[in-house]
């Protein structure tokens, strides 16, 4: 079963789809259960009582009607993972621990849902904005102390994420802070997917396409930390809570083509890991990330506004 | 004015404050203006009529009859700056720019109020839990591209911070993540104080104090990177919303009296940087910090639950 959020005509609203072609608003296969997303995902049951209504629904409203939204709240905490590929390690030159997952904070404002324009920022700030195509693991059932083996219990679904990140910020300091934290800079999506349906996450792939060209080919067997040791090692301080959602990390540039001559080109690059292969995003590009099990998160590229003050 | 969060019979409510002493519910001086904090500190003009408000009521009701919460809400930003402070840098010989704020994030999660029980991790799980008594900024008027002669009046107010710290989780890898973010490991409040009382902020000084011995001594003007700097460079990716908070960093151990045996035994030191007058937090404890202006942020030291599997 998929779990997603639309745009309703009151706002924004929770819904179920089992084939990513049509759903139903769960207001209306289930009145009495809870609309806030962190709720839901908390209430013990809830999914699978959703996934038999679903069975046993009619005919439901096409998703291409419908504008999807991200589908957790703002106050959920989004934590990221960096440098949980070797390719992504070898490529940046940067170094990780062998023991414990690499582990930073987004905000919920660098992230749109699939659909929705991210932001590239203006060429006067930085030039370096850059795709990572990575599996997001949405936390059903709160916990603390969560040994490695039962940590998939506490997993409600998977999604897919777009970690865009700027590099000339992320490297202007030892903590990626700001870079990783551009207003609308990445997106999740385009649904979470129960982990009855998606199975084992390492033995899905991922592929990140810029402008229909792929960039990123991974499959998810290559993590340093899994999901289930990600998830515990979180619960040794934090106490997770349902909503929350763990970014694992993404996969190196895949080497260009011979008649790729923009991924071949080093001099386009702004950043401080020059590549072969990596292509930055720019306004008008469409960035689409596939997780077999998952479906597709697609995202055009826009140009923020001019670096101008704004109150806004 | 001091703008605060109480446990009201029906749960938190925001008060104001002339003199820290006594209070009123803005509920009942006006009760129009909107309960969510955000919703408030970002409607121009509300935070002056309250402050006129105040000054034309009577007697309020005493503040030391009411328990205090976190005065922000759960979908806001907790930035936070690292290695702010020479003396910090100089005792923990790890290395910052000296061009760019050193950022990140910290949950809503990791933050208790005045007077509520800060958690000391389990020793099985950690020993090196340290305070760092740190000035907070609260963002009001939102923005992006925020010049530094402007960055000021984006600020709502001021209030102290102790960024509580889990050194062994924090020095895992590169990015402190978890280490910065154990659940309810720090602590803001007692309030926000408004920059028409506190001024200047680099004219002010802080203190911390465990069980009473004074363990950080700083004045405000000893910030590598100053409050507007770091707002303007924030807004340069980031939209900075009302109810934003920014921890400004923490200054370096204050050197042992000759008398100070805990303070001089590095024995008893279970971090990377050991230091003479620094001294973990412990059950039992209380750790205060004092910033001139802005009052106390007082929090007993509680143990956490025992490092077991619980689902809570």
């Known amino acids: ?61 096409p998703l291409k009607d419908v504008t999807l939204l991200p589908f957790l709240g703002r106050s959920n905490a989004f934590w990221a993972l960096a440098l949980n590929f070797k390719t992504h390690i070898a490529e940046t030159g940067l170094s990780t621990s062998l023991d414990y997952p690499h582990l930073f904070l987004r905000t919920a404002a660098s992230y749109v849902g699939s659909g929705e324009p991210i932001l590239a920022p203006p060429e006067t700030i930085a030039k370096a904005f ?30 897919i994420v777009n970690e865009g990140s700027v590099r000339e910020y992320q490297m202007h300091n030892r903590q990626f802070g700001l870079g990783k934290n551009f207003e609308a800079s990445g997106s999740y999506g385009p649904w979470m997917v129960t982990p009855d349906e998606f199975g084992d996450p390492t ?19 290559d993590l340093l930390v899994g999901v289930a040791e990600t998830v515990a090692y979180l619960s040794q301080g934090y106490r997770l809570r349902p909503g929350d959602m763990i970014a694992m990390g993404t996969p190196g540039a895949l080497p260009p083509s011979e008649d790729d001559a ?27 990330i596939e997780i077999s099990g998952l479906g597709i998160l697609s995202n055009p590229v826009v140009a923020d506004q001019p670096a101008g003050y704004r109150i806004d």
Do not use: C, W
């Open 1 to 61: 079963m998929r779990l997603l959020a639309f745009q309703d005509s009151t706002g924004r609203a929770l819904g179920v789809s089992a084939d990513g072609l049509s759903f139903h608003p769960i207001a209306a296969l289930a009145p009495d259960l809870p609309t806030a997303i962190e709720t839901l995902l908390g209430l013990d049951g809830a999914l699978d009582r959703l996934a038999r209504l679903l069975a046993a629904a009619g005919p439901g409203r």
């Open 203 to 221: 033995r899905h792939s991922l592929e990140t396409r810029l402008n229909g060209v792929v960039r990123q080919r991974s499959g998810l067997d």
């Open 130 to 159: 850059d795709y990572e195509g990575e599996l997001g693991v949405v936390i059903g059932k709160a916990g603390r102390h969560i040994p490695v083996e039962r940590a998939l219990e506490h997993v409600a679904g998977y999604t």
């Open 262 to 288: 923009e991924g071949r080109d080093l001099s386009r690059q702004y950043g401080p890991f020059p590549t072969p292969g990596l292509v930055h995003m720019r306004p008008g590009d469409l960035v689409e």
